[in-house]
């Protein structure tokens, strides 16, 4: 068996993000999708309407009158809100618990995962992005890859380490060059495995910008800056800590100023009820 | 008691019991600070340099800015019986994402703004893990002024 099916095999064998969600993703980002159509797509779902109506319900969106049905909670909340409920509640089983080749605990990759979304929304609202749902999602799942590659990094922990701290790795180098392949490559494998849109893989595969040609693609390059605001904020980071490359032409493409940076930051500081709100999902 | 110390918060302790502990500091700041004498300690965990970016959220959240939080921290202290002269401090966390130079570089920043708030002040650094690509979580003992320092992936040391 190469390392290549190897991979394959355990992809197969991982639970996947429920189907609702592509189909979710397939209406959201249409300008004129309804509450019809969400609620059609949602009432398949019962665990996610379920956990929705939770969420919904909790002390932080202190709503007077309990939401009963994906209706109300439309009505209480908007549309957007339980989109990105759902969505948020798309890749909690994937990305909860621990991982130890990265040095995460218990549920640290499922808050990073949620920062990194929800920095992402506030990004590709600053940019005026239209998929906000695409790029929300996209942000949530990219570092999927690290659920299967995690035990591969563990056992060559030490390797990885000398080349990042004595050779000038960046961490995402040092998986490729001992494994062929990286976390955000082995995540679009996984993406595409499971049926994902092409621009959610392309986003997945290239959050870190390892390819210089995608600088150029802004839903690309939000994402790679939502992610690179986390690292920075420490939320959920494992012991690959902050060993990725910063790309500034990144930033130049999207117009994003340091001030816009710490804007960001700063939002996001201000919402991290939100983000506690979000991690309690199941 | 442990007391955990969230982005954006600070705490302060003369409780013998207490530890406080800050996680994941990014390029946040984690500024300790200690009285012997007092059994006094402190703990700030700011996210940026300077409040005139948004002053409406540094009057919300003072402890999310260098420039609004060290200011409390220190007055916090002084409020349980610490004395500027004895007072021991702690510097960790700014850490950068490798390349990431100049004006984005909130890591280094973040050490800037409250060096030169310290200089202002005439306060001197005793000792600091700053910089660097990692993610440190930082603890201090109220009993005894022992800080500890854990980055990811390895254990808790001892400063």
Same mark, same amino acid.
């Given at each position: 068996? !190469?390392?290549?099916?190897?991979?394959?095999?355990?992809? *197969?064998?991982?639970?996947?993000?429920?189907?609702?969600?592509?189909?979710?993703?397939?209406?959201?980002?249409?300008?004129?999708?309804?509450?019809?159509? #969400?609620?059609? #797509?949602?009432?398949?779902?019962?665990?996610? !309407?379920?956990? /929705?109506? $939770?969420?919904?319900?909790?002390?932080?969106? &202190?709503?007077?009158?309990?939401?009963?049905?994906?209706?109300?909670?439309?009505?209480?909340?908007?549309?957007?809100?339980?989109?990105?409920?759902?969505?948020?509640?798309?890749?909690?089983?994937?990305?909860? &618990? !621990?991982?130890?080749?990265?040095?995460?605990?218990?549920?640290?990759?499922?808050?990073?995962?949620?920062?990194?979304?929800? /920095?992402?929304?506030?990004?590709?609202?600053?940019?005026?992005?239209? *998929?906000? *749902?695409?790029?929300?999602?996209?942000?949530? #799942?990219?570092?999927? &890859? =690290?659920?299967?590659?995690?035990?591969?990094?563990?056992?060559?922990?030490?390797?990885?380490?000398?080349?990042? *701290?004595?050779?000038?790795?960046?961490?995402?180098?040092?998986?490729? !060059? /001992?494994?062929?392949?990286?976390?955000?490559?082995? &995540?679009?494998?996984?993406? $595409?495995?499971?049926?994902?849109?092409?621009?959610?893989? =392309?986003?997945?595969?290239?959050?870190?910008?390892?390819?210089?040609?995608?600088?150029?693609?802004?839903?690309?390059?939000?994402?790679?800056?939502?992610?690179?605001?986390c690292m920075m904020m420490g939320i959920g980071v494992g012991s690959d800590g902050l060993a990725y490359r910063f790309k500034k032409q990144a930033m130049e493409n999207l117009k994003i100023t340091a001030t816009d940076v710490s804007l960001i930051i700063a939002e996001f500081g201000m919402n991290m009820a939100e983000v506690e709100a979000l991690l309690k999902m199941r | 008691m442990k007391q955990i110390i969230g982005v954006a918060d600070m705490k302060v302790s003369d409780n013998v019991q207490d530890t406080i502990v800050t996680y994941s500091l990014g390029s946040c700041i984690g500024l300790v600070i200690y009285d012997p004498a007092a059994r006094v300690g402190g703990l700030l965990h700011f996210m940026l340099p300077e409040s005139k970016i948004d002053r409406e959220k540094a009057a919300r959240k003072p402890y999310m800015f260098a420039d609004t939080g060290i200011p409390r921290l220190f007055r916090a202290a002084y409020e349980l019986g610490a004395k500027k002269q004895r007072i021991k401090i702690f510097v960790a966390g700014g850490a950068e994402i490798l390349d990431q130079k100049g004006f984005f570089n909130i890591g280094k920043r973040n050490y800037m703004a409250l060096k030169k708030i310290f200089m202002k002040n005439r306060v001197l650094i005793d000792k600091e893990q700053v910089g660097g690509n990692v993610n440190r979580t930082v603890r201090m003992d109220i009993q005894t002024g022992d800080i500890f320092v854990k980055t990811s992936g390895s254990g808790e040391v001892k400063v």
């Open positions: 068996m !190469t390392s290549l099916d190897r991979f394959i095999d355990e992809i *197969n064998r991982l639970t996947p993000i429920p189907a609702v969600t592509q189909q979710l993703l397939a209406v959201a980002d249409k300008p004129d999708s309804s509450m019809a159509d #969400i609620a059609r #797509i949602m009432q398949y779902d019962p665990v996610i !309407t379920a956990e /929705v109506l $939770k969420t919904c319900n909790s002390a932080y969106y &202190g709503i007077k009158h309990p939401a009963e049905s994906v209706k109300d909670a439309v009505n209480m909340l908007g549309i957007d809100k339980v989109v990105e409920l759902a969505l948020a509640h798309s890749g909690a089983s994937a990305l909860s &618990g !621990t991982h130890e080749g990265y040095g995460l605990e218990q549920g640290e990759m499922w808050k990073y995962s949620i920062a990194s979304a929800v /920095v992402a929304k506030d990004v590709a609202a600053r940019l005026g992005l239209k *998929n906000k *749902n695409t790029l929300f999602t996209s942000a949530l #799942i990219k570092d999927i &890859g =690290k659920i299967i590659l995690h035990k591969y990094v563990l056992s060559a922990r030490e390797k990885i380490d000398r080349m990042v *701290n004595e050779k000038a790795f960046s961490f995402l180098e040092a998986e490729k !060059t /001992v494994f062929g392949i990286h976390h955000a490559e082995l &995540g679009a494998m996984i993406a $595409k495995m499971w049926h994902f849109s092409p621009r959610m893989i =392309k986003i997945i595969r290239h959050h870190h910008l390892a390819d210089e040609a995608m600088v150029k693609d802004k839903e690309v390059a939000a994402v790679y800056l939502a992610d690179s605001i | -």
